[in-house]
């Protein structure tokens, strides 16, 4: 099985990137009238940036793109579309990552031509220069090799799915269905390269029991389904 490349990040460098990000905001002029957050990913990036730029007006559109366990499984597309009267607003639309910017882009298209603000500017903690499709007027971290950055408030979500990747994968190509649960944690770090703490990788394997994934044989001992 291919191991995905990922960096687990803490909050406090979610935070110390925001405010970085906030000073290269500060530092080209440009004040924003109101902060819009693609969500889900730019939820937490979009608050900390109103919170140190000084802020007040916060909204944001979901985009749909990514998918299970790092995979990108449909067209980006605005979920619930809805109208703004932003006529002669500066806008700045945020998201956590620019990947490959489809999430962007289509945001970006879809406030320009429903909100029609006077300006809209882009900005990302990370910006995935060799694969993405549009740059951030403002980011922090050029990533020059694609990399999976594990936020925290994805975490559990993340763990569930990658978990789910390797017992699938492996029952698929090696016939295994029972595992342990130091087995799957094991797994888990070898594959990803990261830790996310018992704690994550016990609420992740009860949420595949309760998903119909996962069977409890035993205490610590689990067949996939």
Known sequence: MAKVNCKLVSWDEVVGWCRELALK?????????????????????????????????LVSVQV?????AAEITAKAHIKHPYTL????????????????????????EFIMNRWKPAEIRVATMQWISPVAKIKPDYYVDEVKEWI??????????????FIE?????????????EWCKD???????????????????????????EEGKLERVNEDRYRVR
């Open 64 to 68: 749909l793109h990514w998918g299970r």
């Open 25 to 57: 905001v500060k530092a080209s002029g440009w004040r924003p009238d109101l902060v819009v957050a693609i969500a889900r990913g730019g939820y937490v990036p979009a608050r900390l940036l109103c919170d140190f730029l000084d802020i007040h007006d």
């Open 183 to 209: 087995d799957i944690i094991n797994a888990f770090k070898e594959y990803y390269g990261i830790d996310v703490g018992e704690h994550y990788y016990v609420l992740a394997i009860e949420k595949l029991i």
């Open 148 to 161: 999976w950055y594990q936020y925290p408030w994805t975490r559990l979500e993340d763990t569930v799915n």
């Open 85 to 108: 009267e932003l006529s002669g607003k500066r806008v700045l639309l945020v998201d956590d990552i620019c990947d490959t910017g489809d999430s962007i882009i289509v945001a970006k």
């Open 165 to 177: 990747k390797i017992i699938t994968e492996t029952k698929e190509k090696e016939g295994k269905c």
